[in-house]
């Protein structure tokens, strides 16, 4: 047997293996009050598209929000739901698991679920009052997982330039000029500034919010 047909058995295997295990997962989740323990063995769950609606009415948030994460039918409006109010408060998320990080998360919780959301989503209206709440913790570093995204929500066709500004537009961009983390010498954010329209130098941004019913001239 050739070495690509042996993998390709191998996973059909472990393919036929998930429903059991699957099974043993939701039993910790029921026999069990640790914390880190069940969301590891929910994320496991959603890792092998396992169905979690059921656990989207868990009495711990945690596991309310790792079930969120699963590609949940699109008219079920209780991920999104369960998604914002985590995200009104991203410092208490983010810290759900101090004491021993789960392995499946890469870097900040708040991160995970604010990629979840925008693929949820498609406004920058319904996402509004969890970019806000984002914005405190924002800096040069974290761009490329919180405001660079939420920009591109902005302005998906990079016409800020051209643009006039809506509500939710300016109330982004407002607390984008506001934050001086946002404005240091690391060269991240340019990319996702130019990629959404926008001046790369804070004074031009401002000037930007100075006239929000007014095309900018950049």
């Known amino acids: 047997m050739c070495a690509g047909r042996g993998t390709r058995w191998g996973r059909l295997r472990l393919r036929d293996r998930i429903p059991d295990a699957a099974e043993r997962l939701r039993t910790i989740l029921t026999t069990t009050g640790d914390r880190r323990e069940r969301a590891a063995a929910v994320l496991t769950l959603v890792a092998w598209a396992q ?63 604010l990629h979840a959301l925008l693929a949820r989503t498609t406004t920058l209206e319904e996402v509004l009052d969890a970019a806000l709440a984002l914005m405190p913790m924002a800096n040069d570093f974290t761009v490329e997982r919180d405001w660079g995204p939420l920009l591109l929500r902005a302005f998906p066709d990079g016409n800020a330039g051209e643009a006039v500004l809506t509500d939710a537009q300016y109330r982004l961009l407002s607390a984008i000029a506001a934050k001086d983390d946002c404005w240091g010498n690391i060269g991240n954010k340019i990319t996702w500034l130019r990629r959404a329209g926008l001046p790369t130098e804070r004074d031009s941004f401002r000037a930007l919010l100075a006239n929000p019913h007014r095309a900018p001239d950049f």
């Open 51 to 113: 169905d979690t609606s059921d656990l989207l009415t868990d009495p711990d948030p945690a596991i309310r929000v790792c079930a969120a994460l699963a590609p949940l039918p699109s008219d079920d409006p209780r991920p999104t739901a369960i998604l914002l109010e985590a995200l009104s408060d991203p410092h208490t998320a983010d810290h759900w698991f101090d004491a021993e990080p789960l392995p499946q998360l890469d870097g900040w919780f708040r991160f995970t679920l």
